[in-house]
């Protein structure tokens, strides 16, 4: 018979296990719950089972590979690295400079930000509002209203990143040129010439020169006394 405490705990993992499934997005940090819930059950039961008789030993055998299992990316890959913000920090060479970066990867902008002890320019993490309305409004899954309301929402994503822009007056700006952006379902897509779109870009961006490209990010940085 189960004590109170494996039967919260293997509760909790059922739980964590539905969240996983309901989820259903394969991404190795939405299973880390699971895993660490499973961890537990083994080290509950290990000093527990005085005598150990076949079936425990077969139960900690079989969660103990569940946690290998669900850890193994994890234990493959070694502690965390981000080599686009290991690589991108050599743009931002002193702590405090005002950051932004135009993109649907919100890995792309906050370990930078963490990395080089930047400040974050942008009202956004990322921009996902784009991505969503671009698709679909190029490739006509939409009709009457609805198209109007995506293009609204690029609209107004357009408008909020200008003014993010001109307020916050970023130092540095990496902009995702990657043909294959991440979100966006293979479709082109240039940030760059969707804010040319807004009337006011162009007189704010003619502060920035580009200086260079690492991973697909262009960078520019604003001129001195501008």
Not at 102 to 123: C, E, K, Y
Request: proline share 5%; with cysteine; charged share 20%.
């Amino acid at each position: 018979m189960l004590d109170p405490v494996l039967t919260a705990l293997l509760g909790g993992a059922a739980g964590a296990l539905a969240c996983y499934v309901i989820q259903n997005k394969g991404w190795d940090y939405h299973v880390l719950p699971l895993a660490a819930l499973l961890l537990l059950v083994v080290a509950w039961i290990v000093p527990q089972r005085r005598a150990w008789r076949s079936k425990d030993r077969l139960l900690a055998v079989l969660l103990g590979a569940v946690v290998l299992l669900a850890l193994g990316n994890q234990i493959a890959r070694g502690p965390y690295r981000n080599p686009l913000a290991d690589d991108l920090a050599a743009f931002v060479p002193e702590p405090g400079m005002r950051i932004a970066v135009l993109s649907a990867d919100v890995a792309a902008g906050f370990p930078l930000v963490n990395r080089t002890s930047a400040r974050w320019a942008s009202r956004y993490p990322a921009h996902w509002l784009v991505p969503g309305a671009h698709i679909r409004l190029q490739r006509g899954d939409c009709a009457g209203q609805v198209c109007r309301e995506l293009a609204e929402v690029l609209d107004r994503a357009r408008g909020n990143m200008v003014d993010d822009l001109i307020a916050y007056r970023p130092e540095r700006v990496f902009i995702d040129e990657n043909r294959r952006k991440l979100f966006f379902g293979g479709e082109p897509f240039d940030y760059l010439a969707f804010l040319r779109r807004n009337a006011r870009f162009a007189a704010a961006w003619s502060s920035y020169a580009r200086i260079g490209r690492r991973h697909g990010y262009a960078v520019w940085a604003r001129k001195c006394g501008s």
